[in-house]
């Protein structure tokens, strides 16, 4: 097929990208480069650097049978102190993607969602019925788009799938070269996981367990966290599911591995894995922080066939090996 990625330049599209071109289809990557890199963009694939809001000549031009959709701000604090950004980006943003594409007569989307969607949840795991109530300008933004993409389908006969990312974690190591390894390269990190690497690797000095007084087994914050590996598999299926559906329909699938972690079991990881110390101390909750996130990912194994396959070790792993090919970046 003919794809469109946007924000292929980033942690995400870049890997679901490789994993495209990897299964024969020819993909076209589009990115402002506002968070993403330029050598992220797999080799074989044609890049345009634009925004979203800029893609009209692009679909005009390439006959494309899809767009997986990626390109967003996805920083929460961010979200909060300059909602702007997430409102015009996320949801006028996507909103001129997807009238682009229907001037081309384009209607099949594979859309980033996300576990932000949700909000605090009455109860785990969580399901996709489960309320929408998002806590943040950026999971609101988000949210707006999915809205968005039930009333395409209503109306224009979109064919999409929504995918709700939980807590995505890991990298896409190339055995051979690894300067063509895909990973996260945040100019400000905020994750779990790369934050703990980096005490591990001694660029920062300790890690703060951001609240050690929750409801949870050890008192840390419990996520359910994917590998970028097992989360592309799933983009691979919705695809050919919103080709198959083409004429209309949406989709929504949570990308959960339907299990959690606390934070101090995240750091056992990173302390097993890399063999470091890395210190970690108590700290205030995060405000807006819910106790326990985790999916259920029921519908994503009966829809889309999909069942994630790597651990947390696995992540833990390939984030450590991708840090430490790329921390001189
Ligand atoms: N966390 C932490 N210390 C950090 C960064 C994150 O304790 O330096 C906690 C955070 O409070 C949350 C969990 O780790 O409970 C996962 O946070 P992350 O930002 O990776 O993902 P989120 O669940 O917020 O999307």
């Known amino acids: 097929m003919r794809l469109l990625v946007t924000g292929g330049a980033g942690y995400i599209g870049s890997v679901v990208t490789a994993e495209l071109l990897g299964a024969g289809h020819q993909v076209t990557v589009l990115d402002d480069l506002s968070t993403g890199h330029a050598d992220a963009v797999p080799d074989g694939a044609e890049f345009v650097r634009a925004s979203i809001t800029e893609a009209d000549p692009v679909l005009a031009a390439g006959e494309f ?82 809205h968005l993409l039930t009333s395409y389908a209503g109306a224009h006969r979109f064919s999409a799938v ?24 945040h100019a400000t990190e905020t ?45 691979l299926r919705a695809l050919e599911h919103a080709v198959a559906h083409a004429g209309g329909g949406h989709l929504i699938c949570n990308l959960g591995s339907g299990s959690g972690s606390s934070v101090r079991e995240v750091l056992d990881s990173v302390r097993r894995i890399t063999g470091r110390p890395t210190p970690a101390v108590d700290a205030p909750n ?10 259920s990912n029921d519908r994503a194994a009966a829809e889309l066939g999909w069942r994630p396959t790597r651990d947390l070790d696995r992540m833990v792993a390939d984030a450590w090996q991708f840090y430490r090919q790329h921390s001189h970046d």
Request: net charge negative; with cysteine; glycine share 6%.
């Open 286 to 295: 995060r405000p807006g922080d819910p106790a326990v996130l985790i999916a």
């Open 162 to 185: 929504s995918l709700r990312y939980f807590n995505v974690a890991g990298a896409r190591i190339d055995g051979e070269d690894p300067a063509r390894s895909l990973g996260e390269r």
């Open 65 to 146: 049978d899809a767009v997986l959709h990626f390109a967003a701000k996805s920083l929460v604090p961010e979200s909060v102190v300059a909602p702007e950004l997430y409102w015009h980006n996320n949801t006028v943003g996507s909103l001129a993607l997807l009238d682009s594409m229907r001037r081309h007569d384009l209607r099949t989307i594979v859309f980033s969602s996300t576990a932000a969607t949700y909000g605090e949840p009455d109860s785990v795991p969580i399901e996709e019925t489960s309320p929408t109530r998002p806590t943040n300008p950026y999971g609101a933004s988000k949210l707006a788009v999915d």
């Open 191 to 235: 994750h779990l996981i790369p934050i703990a690497l980096q005490v591990a690797a001694g660029s920062r000095p300790q890690l703060q367990v951001n609240g050690v007084h929750y409801p949870t087994p050890d008192g840390s914050c419990v996520r359910d966290y994917i590998h970028v590996l097992d989360l592309a598999d799933a983009h």
